[in-house]
């Protein structure tokens, strides 16, 4: 039974940063693709970054390019979000996801490919 346990969100000014995390049970990021997702209510998820550490290959969408960086920690097996800075825009519940059941790489932004998320963590830029 694959859990996952987001952490690291809050509330910032415009500019700041955040670092989220993600910890898995029941399995390893490491062979499984990857995805850091967004929503804010009233909107469809949306995927903002994605990897496949046992390639090392990341994607990241085009409104957090430059911002973002998603990266996994091979010994810790830690997913993590680096969120530099942030915009009132970027304010959303964020998930970590797996379970892809799409094409990859065609497909890794698409948040409806991912079958598996967390109960998420807040991040509020004000």
């Known amino acids: 039974h694959v859990q996952l346990v987001e952490s690291g969100g809050g509330s910032v000014q415009a500019g700041g940063t955040l670092r989220l995390s993600c910890v898995a049970s029941g399995t390893s990021f490491t062979w499984r693709y990857v995805a850091w997702l967004r929503q804010t209510p009233g909107k469809e998820r949306e995927a903002v970054a994605a990897?496949?550490?046992?390639?090392?290959?990341?994607f990241t969408a085009d409104s957090v390019k430059g911002r973002f960086t998603i990266s996994h920690d091979d010994k810790k097996d830690i997913l993590y979000l680096q969120m530099n800075s942030l915009k009132p825009e970027d304010t959303a519940k964020y998930y970590c996801a797996t379970g892809f059941t799409g094409q990859w790489p065609l497909h890794a932004l698409e948040a409806n490919k991912y079958t598996y998320w967390g109960r998420g963590t807040q991040v509020t830029v004000s």
């Open positions: 990897i496949y550490p046992g390639g090392g290959t990341t």
